[in-house]
């Protein structure tokens, strides 16, 4: 006798979820029909003991953390290609799982295929799977499920997902450089202080000489750095550390937030960035076929901002209450005033941070063209499409932004390394000229 599990609908249709046993599958169904249930799925249910012992033969193996964001658009890819081939589900699964390397994604594929095994549906099976499979993924594979039509919605959540990493890709390859350039000059820098400077102050002490005040300046530095040379790597850990600590409360999150998107420069790439993936995330959940408000709750999640997030549950909220959604987006796309993003504006920026941060109190992180393109949306039913075109348009706006910042960043830090490292020359220089010329004389 096997188990299967199925679910029904009784003669009041209610669902009915249960377990029933069955030498097969025909014989399930009429025992089920018996009952007076009209039956909707079934399928082998496997217990949960024997799938636990059967795991180390399926390979799954040791992993830990969440499934890398390239290896599930890959996945995601070659699932839409199969599911348009026509292959069952279950068996597309089998063979991208054989395809996995050993990791998080082989281990959650091998639990989703067991769920599924067991009477699951897709969706379901994936909610189970946090660590791959986010709410935004599970939510389109439920719409598509109900619609019948998963391949073309797995085809545009791998076009979705693709297209959140290539921004993604784009911004860290433009940090890249930069952070890679004042590492690398740091440490230079830190080694001519500690190990070349001392012994020009030795010779210098020797001569017993009058020295310039550019020598000065920097034998002082010189002793400073080789005294406190610990401070290097404590000093940038120790801001890291507090930014930490202080983000991993809400308060100190959303000023967080707010400080970046406040920030000359580096705060429109932010918000650009922050808009093209949220209104890409929502474009994709309505094209889907989501309701409205779990589509807005899910890219509330997505925006990873704490000011964003607070617009669009004003938003959701407005929604309740039989609102469109551009009004409230236009009304609550002003962020309050927040102390926090006062204190890190002040902190990191002292002096002038503040300013810049009352002189762009009023600023809104979504603009009248953004808003005007979803009211228009809403109007002709088109809100989907709007979504589509402000993510594109914002996502060429950051890729501008990207490389206008580039072409500004290589000639500034090439000027301020220069500057250093002249400064360096000379203050070293100037008193061996004058030692050489009072010899000579």
Known sequence: MQKFKFEAIDSKGREIKDITEAATEEEAQATIRQMGFHVTKIAVYKERK?????????????????????????????????????????????????????????????????????GSSLSEAMAKCPRAFNRLYVNMIKAGEAGGALETILQRLSEFLEASQLLKTRIKSALTYPVAVVFFATAILTFIMIAIVPKFEAIFKDFDTELPTMTLVLITASNLIVKYFYLIPLLPFSIWLLVKLTTSFEYGRFGWNLFLL????????????????????????????????????????????????????????????????????????????????????????????????????????????????????????????????????????????????????????????????????????????????????
């Open 50 to 118: 024997a799938k636990a012992a059967q795991k180390g033969a399926d390979g799954k193996t040791f992993s830990f953390g969440s499934v890398k964001s390239k290896k599930l658009v890959v996945f995601t890819r070659q699932l839409s290609i199969l599911q348009d081939a026509g292959l069952p589900i279950l068996r597309s699964l089998n063979i991208l799982k054989n395809q996995a390397k050993p990791g998080a994604l082989r281990n959650n594929l091998i639990d989703v295929i067991d769920e599924i095994e067991s």
């Open 262 to 441: 406040k920030l000359p420069v580096f705060g429109a790439l932010v918000e650009k960035t922050t808009v093209a993936r949220s209104t890409r995330t929502l474009g994709t959940l309505v094209t889907s076929g989501v309701p409205i408000l779990e589509s807005l709750h899910i890219t509330k999640e997505a925006s990873n901002n704490a000011v964003f997030e607070l617009m669009y549950q004003k938003v959701l909220e407005a929604i309740r209450d039989g609102d469109t959604i551009a009004n409230p987006m236009k009304q609550y796309s002003k962020p309050p005033f927040h102390f926090g993003g006062l204190a890190y504006m002040t902190f990191f920026m002292p002096g002038f941070g503040a300013l810049i941060y009352l002189m762009k109190l009023n600023g809104r992180v979504m603009d009248d063209m953004v808003v005007n393109m979803i009211d228009v949306g809403e109007e002709t039913g088109e809100l989907d499409t709007m979504l589509y075109k402000v993510a594109d348009t914002y996502d060429q706006e950051v890729k501008a932004a990207t490389e206008a910042l580039m072409s500004m960043l290589e000639p500034l830090l090439v000027i301020f390394l220069g500057g250093i490292v002249g400064f360096i020359v000379i203050a070293l220089f100037m008193p061996l000229i004058k030692l050489i010329t009072t010899l000579s004389g």
